[in-house]
C-alpha cells in the first residue's frame, strides 16, 4: 500500500480540512472557551496522528480519515490567539 498512493492527494484532503476547520474555528472558541478549542484540536491530532501511525492502515481510505483528521486540528493552533 505504502508508495502507491499519490501523496499530492493526502496533502489536497488536509488543506480542505483546514479551510473547512477555519471557519467554524472562531465559533468553537466562543462556544467551548480556549481550553476547550485546544483540547478539541488536540484530540483531533491524536486521533489522526494514531490512525496514521500506529495502526498501519492497510485501506486507502483510513490513510484519507487521518489526514482529514490533522488538517481538521490545525486551525486550532494556527488561529486561536
Same mark, same amino acid.
Given at each position: 500500500?505504502? *508508495?502507491?498512493?499519490d &501523496?499530492?492527494? #493526502?496533502?489536497?484532503?488536509?488543506? %480542505? ?8 474555528? &472562531? %465559533?468553537?472558541? %466562543?462556544?467551548?472557551?480556549?481550553? *476547550?478549542?485546544?483540547?478539541? *484540536? ?13 495502526? #498501519? &492502515? $492497510? $485501506? ?7 489526514? #482529514?483528521?490533522? *488538517? ?5 493552533y494556527?488561529?486561536? &490567539?
Amino acid at each position: 500500500l505504502y *508508495g502507491t498512493e499519490d &501523496p499530492e492527494q #493526502f496533502v489536497v484532503v488536509c488543506l %480542505y480540512a483546514n479551510a473547512c476547520a477555519t471557519t467554524i474555528q &472562531p %465559533y468553537l472558541v %466562543y462556544r467551548f472557551g480556549l481550553r *476547550g478549542a485546544v483540547i478539541i *484540536g488536540a484530540s483531533l491530532l491524536c486521533v489522526g496522528s494514531i490512525i496514521k501511525s500506529t495502526m #498501519f &492502515p $492497510e $485501506e486507502t481510505w483510513k490513510l484519507y480519515i487521518a489526514f #482529514f483528521c490533522i *488538517g481538521l486540528s490545525q486551525p486550532f493552533y494556527q488561529c486561536t &490567539p
